[in-house]
């Protein structure tokens, strides 16, 4: 379960990123999270990842209350969320399956079972026997996909996807998406930033629809009317 | 789950093969610190041994007046025995002065002849108890058998264990406070390297954040990298030193060799080496616990 409560979020500079958000995400629901560049998506993404932290208001997460003060399990949390970017944050020096590998290892996982994992994942992201190549070899939906395998490969409860099919052509955020709704199938909370309508259209998901910071959906029936 | 010891050491080792050039750097700008540092521990810890086996010989040598009677210096003898400090005392007579240097000046001892034993005067060889055996105490002693009316004149060379003492003084503070500006060198410094090559790996710190790795998970492997630099610079740098001591040694002219063949030059004792290592170690642990922590406070 996804909770934000009242969630403000200004900069220093004293720039409104996010103003008086309220949502609740259930589990195993997809989300999308709408609106133009500057709209606040990637904020709201971040604070749910704990990279950013709310000016004021209540944001939990899996059952953590991450606004509270004193936490400091960030690691342990992030453990049970899996995060994409756009841009893929790949390590360019390593192999595919270094790349995916990285999550396990730095969590602790024995490497028999690291191995077994990684290529369970690459199987299902459709990139098994790419493993020994070099990321920089790959397609732009090659390296999204290998993202979403170290953003899966952990089992999380939660993905977090930002504008993950941003860089991408049609055919390529297709395969893309193709996986996310498989995610979502198996049971995974997915809330995905994007500001395509086209594919917001395609989906019957519920829509967070964000301008200027503020939510613009009220009709879109996943908000809570605190 | 934990990930293993034998993970983070083999990190820390793939870090700074990646990052060669700056770890070369840190470790040749360590080594160069630690070598003037343990430099002078060498020198001070040299020179306070020979001081230590210069104090061992001290003895007081009391000259008695020419006309002091026979009778008084048995009684003499016994009080002075009996006096704090003083270990044993030997009784040296004008003929046995005479005896005794000629024996000193072996096959030059014509250069004697003609000089009468009545000219010498009797003397004490007062020799003191080992802890006595320093300038402060010495000086009691002494203050002690100048109270005695047969006293002539005592020597014991105090003013050069004085000298000595106080160059071995100073030799020690400069050692200190030289070292400690060095040292205090050596963390800026391994902070700063570590820093540039923490920076270099920006990216993948990110992505182990954003994977969920621990801020231990993070750190531990540059702790080691500036252990292991530590380590490392201050190994090269006593190894280096205990060459260079070997090279003085070896080119040092004939005349200074023979000079110093009753005087043992030693290498620093095993504690101060092994105390030089761990400190190595431990500026090292502090250079990158200070980078590291300047970083990622910024990172997270």
Same mark, same amino acid.
């Given at each position: 379960?996804?909770?934000?409560?009242?969630?403000?979020?200004?900069?220093?500079?004293?720039?409104?990123?996010?103003?008086?958000?309220?949502?609740?995400?259930?589990?195993?629901?997809?989300?999308?999270?709408?609106?133009?560049? $500057?709209?606040?998506?990637?904020?709201?993404?971040?604070?749910?990842?704990?990279?950013?932290?709310?000016?004021?208001?209540?944001?939990?997460?899996? $059952?953590?209350?991450?606004?509270?003060?004193?936490?400091?399990?960030?690691?342990?949390?992030?453990?049970?969320?899996?995060?994409?970017?756009?841009?893929?944050?790949?390590?360019?020096?390593?192999?595919?399956?270094?790349?995916?590998?990285?999550?396990?290892?730095?969590?602790?996982?024995?490497?028999?079972?690291?191995?077994?994992?990684?290529?369970?994942?690459?199987?299902?992201?459709?990139?098994?026997?790419?493993?020994?190549?070099?990321?920089?070899?790959?397609?732009?939906?090659?390296?999204?996909?290998?993202?979403?395998?170290?953003?899966?490969?952990?089992?999380?409860?939660?993905?977090?996807?930002?504008?993950?099919? $941003?860089?991408?052509?049609?055919?390529?955020?297709?395969?893309?998406?193709?996986?996310?709704?498989?995610?979502?199938?198996?049971?995974?909370?997915?809330?995905?930033?994007?500001?395509?309508?086209?594919?917001?259209?395609?989906?019957?998901?519920?829509?967070?629809?964000?301008?200027?910071?503020?939510?613009?959906?009220?009709?879109? $029936?996943?908000?809570?009317?605190? | 789950?934990?990930?293993?010891?034998?993970?983070?050491?083999?990190?820390?080792?793939?870090?700074?093969?990646?990052?060669?050039?700056?770890?070369?750097?840190?470790?040749?700008?360590?080594?160069?610190?630690?070598?003037?540092?343990?430099?002078?521990?060498?020198?001070?810890?040299?020179?306070?041994?020979?001081?230590?086996?210069?104090?061992?010989?001290?003895?007081?040598?009391?000259?008695?007046?020419?006309?002091?009677?026979?009778?008084?210096?048995?009684?003499?003898?016994?009080?002075?025995?009996?006096?704090?400090?003083?270990?044993?005392?030997?009784?040296?007579? /004008?003929?046995?002065?005479?005896?005794?240097?000629?024996?000193?000046?072996?096959?030059?001892?014509?250069?004697?002849?003609?000089?009468?034993?009545?000219?010498?005067?009797?003397?004490?060889?007062?020799?003191?108890?080992?802890?006595?055996?320093?300038?402060?105490?010495?000086?009691?002693?002494?203050?002690?058998?100048?109270?005695?009316?047969?006293?002539?004149?005592?020597?014991?060379?105090?003013?050069?264990?004085?000298?000595?003492?106080?160059?071995?003084?100073?030799?020690?503070?400069?050692?200190?406070?030289?070292?400690?500006?060095?040292?205090?060198?050596?963390?800026?410094?391994?902070?700063?390297?570590?820093?540039?090559?923490?920076?270099?790996?920006?990216?993948?710190?990110?992505?182990?954040?954003?994977?969920?790795?621990? /801020?231990?998970?993070?750190?531990?492997?540059?702790?080691?990298?500036?252990?292991?630099?530590?380590?490392?610079?201050?190994?090269?740098?006593?190894?280096?030193?205990?060459?260079?001591?070997?090279?003085?040694?070896?080119?040092? /002219?004939?005349?200074?060799?023979?000079?110093?063949?009753?005087?043992?030059?030693?290498?620093?004792?095993?504690?101060?080496?092994?105390?030089?290592?761990?400190?190595?170690?431990?500026?090292?642990?502090?250079?990158?616990?200070?980078?590291?922590?300047?970083?990622?406070?910024?990172?997270?």
């Amino acid at each position: 379960m996804i909770q934000m409560i009242h969630v403000h979020k200004t900069y220093p500079s004293q720039i409104a990123a996010l103003t008086d958000i309220s949502l609740e995400i259930f589990p195993g629901q997809f989300a999308f999270v709408a609106g133009p560049s $500057g709209s606040g998506k990637t904020t709201l993404l971040h604070i749910l990842f704990c990279s950013e932290r709310p000016t004021s208001g209540q944001v939990i997460v899996n $059952g953590t209350d991450i606004t509270q003060k004193g936490f400091n399990k960030v690691h342990q949390l992030r453990r049970t969320i899996g995060m994409v970017f756009q841009d893929f944050k790949l390590l360019r020096d390593r192999t595919v399956g270094e790349n995916v590998a990285f999550a396990l290892e730095v969590t602790g996982y024995p490497p028999a079972e690291v191995q077994r994992r990684v290529l369970e994942i690459l199987k299902w992201v459709g990139l098994l026997g790419r493993e020994r190549d070099s990321v920089l070899t790959l397609s732009a939906g090659e390296k999204q996909r290998v993202a979403i395998a170290r953003a899966m490969v952990n089992n999380p409860s939660l993905i977090l996807a930002d504008e993950p099919t $941003g860089n991408l052509d049609d055919q390529m955020a297709n395969d893309v998406m193709k996986l996310f709704m498989a995610l979502h199938r198996q049971g995974t909370t997915v809330i995905f930033a994007t500001q395509n309508s086209d594919l917001i259209q395609r989906y019957p998901f519920p829509v967070i629809q964000l301008v200027r910071g503020k939510r613009v959906d009220e009709e879109a $029936g996943i908000g809570i009317k605190a | 789950m934990k990930p293993s010891l034998q993970y983070v050491l083999v990190r820390a080792i793939r870090n700074m093969r990646r990052n060669l050039f700056p770890n070369i750097t840190t470790v040749g700008v360590i080594t160069i610190s630690v070598l003037i540092f343990s430099a002078f521990s060498l020198i001070a810890y040299n020179l306070a041994s020979f001081l230590r086996i210069w104090e061992d010989k001290i003895e007081v040598i009391a000259y008695l007046k020419k006309k002091t009677p026979a009778g008084e210096i048995e009684t003499l003898l016994d009080k002075i025995r009996q006096m704090e400090g003083v270990e044993s005392v030997n009784y040296v007579s /004008p003929s046995d002065a005479i005896a005794f240097m000629e024996a000193k000046l072996g096959d030059q001892k014509n250069l004697l002849e003609g000089i009468h034993s009545a000219v010498l005067p009797p003397s004490l060889e007062v020799q003191l108890k080992k802890e006595y055996r320093d300038s402060t105490k010495i000086g009691g002693v002494v203050s002690q058998l100048k109270q005695f009316p047969q006293m002539e004149e005592i020597q014991y060379g105090q003013e050069w264990v004085d000298l000595f003492s106080s160059l071995v003084h100073i030799l020690r503070l400069t050692q200190w406070v030289l070292g400690g500006l060095l040292l205090l060198a050596m963390v800026f410094i391994i902070s700063n390297t570590l820093q540039l090559a923490i920076s270099s790996r920006r990216e993948e710190i990110e992505i182990m954040q954003l994977v969920g790795a621990s /801020p231990s998970f993070i750190q531990v492997p540059f702790y080691l990298e500036g252990m292991i630099q530590g380590l490392v610079g201050a190994g090269l740098a006593l190894s280096f030193l205990f060459l260079l001591q070997k090279i003085v040694l070896f080119y040092l /002219p004939s005349s200074m060799k023979d000079w110093l063949v009753k005087i043992p030059i030693l290498f620093l004792p095993i504690n101060t080496l092994v105390g030089i290592l761990l400190g190595g170690m431990i500026l090292g642990f502090l250079g990158s616990y200070m980078a590291s922590v300047r970083f990622l406070k910024s990172s997270q």
